[in-house]
């Protein structure tokens, strides 16, 4: 009977249910968005393993207050000469390694003459910089410490350098170049996957000491420790907070002039930096669900007062009080359910579109799909009840007479 009801009033439904479906919408699309970026992080950042830590200048998100700002583009930059004294001090670490990465530029193949699009990231490495970032040589070989030393113009490719300059050909021993200079490919590196729609893989390792010399040793780097295990994380990343403090000179009470992050605190601070964005959507969208579940007392009382010759007829044949009141809440909840349906499907939609322009993976957050069908249930309860108790205390005697 509820959804004949409905499918008699088509307009007027599908008006009421549009406030359910906006209000369902903006949750589950906001929400299946964060979950789209937070897995992109995950996994694009599981790469750097459970044991392994990032120390740079700058933090990965950073909020708009100009006070905040100014105070980190003070910061003293992380130099090669601070990475190496530092190596000396991390007894606790298994590998320490430095890292400095210029402009993205374009690659050229000297023979053949391909050329990448101009956003391959050249990236200079020492051996243990390369170890820590857990990558693995897939052809070829990587440069040897003497190699590093020397300043040798050797490179190692990603798998999409190697895929655009060297399709059919083997990259070892080719020769390539890159702002002018020319670099003899010694290896390839295993593909690392994505994260936030950025390819791990579209990048050149140089030795770092090569890189200094053709870039400048004024060049920031950045360092990733391993610690031995997950165990001795937390006293490994203590006492390279503690040593790199010393080798910078930070007053004691002073706050760290560098920034040290792991996967768990990437994600941490990804959720932070984003939990007042959601609560604004989620205060946004309670708001629409307030308006519509007013809507729909407002639609189910011009409902009853329509049908008061049909509650009538019904209670003269026998229906009783709660045969009434249970038919106009379950017709409200219809309405409510219907709407948010349709909000989830659009919303998930909505949200993933953000995974097919980053091409990474979809997700559907299923705890807030559970959610979204509550709250339906919720409003549709809730603002069906006044309606559904009014239409079931009406006296037979004048519903039949009500013209």
């Given amino acids: 009977m509820a959804l004949t009801a409905i499918r008699t009033n088509k307009l007027r439904s599908a008006l009421t249910l549009l406030g359910i479906a906006v209000g369902v919408f903006s949750i589950i699309g906001v929400m299946t968005a964060m979950g789209v970026l937070q897995n992109s992080i995950e996994s694009g950042m599981s790469a ?169 040793h004024n060049r920031p780097i950045a360092i990733k420790v391993v610690a031995p295990s997950t165990d001795a994380l937390a006293d490994c990343i203590e006492q390279v907070r503690g040593a790199l403090r010393t080798i910078r000179q930070v007053a004691p009470g002073e706050d760290d002039d560098f920034y040290i992050w792991t996967n768990d605190s990437l994600i941490t601070q990804f959720n932070e930096f984003t939990k007042y964005f959601r609560l604004g959507v989620l205060l946004v969208s309670a708001i629409s669900l307030l308006a519509a579940g007013v809507g729909i007392m407002n639609i189910m009382l011009v409902s009853v007062t329509e049908r008061t010759r049909e509650i009538g007829i019904r209670k003269a044949v026998g229906a009783k009080r709660t045969n009434i009141l249970s038919q106009f809440v379950l017709e409200a909840v219809v309405i409510s359910e219907i709407g948010g349906v349709i909000g989830i499907l659009l919303g998930i939609l909505a949200g993933n579109l953000v995974a097919f322009l980053l091409e990474i993976p979809p997700v559907i957050p299923v705890q807030w799909v559970a959610i979204g069908f509550v709250s339906c249930s919720l409003v549709g309860i809730i603002f069906g009840v006044y309606p559904a108790w009014k239409a079931s205390n009406l006296d037979p005697i004048d519903s039949l007479r009500y013209e």
């Fill in 48 to 216: 750097l393993g459970s044991t392994t830590f990032q120390i740079q200048k700058y933090p990965m998100f950073q909020d708009g207050d100009p006070s905040d700002q100014a105070n980190l583009r003070n910061r003293r930059d992380l130099t090669f000469e601070q990475g190496s004294r530092l190596k000396e001090r991390a007894s606790l670490a298994s590998a320490v390694g430095m890292f400095a990465a210029a402009q993205q530029g374009m690659v050229v193949a000297s023979q053949r003459g391909e050329k990448t699009n101009p956003n391959v990231t050249l990236t200079g490495r020492d051996i243990e910089g390369f170890t820590a970032n857990n990558w693995t040589i897939g052809e070829g070989r990587f440069y040897t410490s003497e190699e590093l030393a020397a300043g040798k113009h050797v490179a190692v490719l990603g798998k999409d350098v190697v895929e655009k300059l060297f399709p059919k050909s083997n990259p070892l021993g080719q020769i390539v170049r890159i702002d002018g200079r020319e670099y003899e490919v010694l290896g390839t590196v295993v593909t690392n996957g994505s994260m936030l729609g950025g390819s791990n893989d579209n990048m050149v390792i140089i030795p770092i000491t090569t890189f200094f010399n053709v870039y400048g």
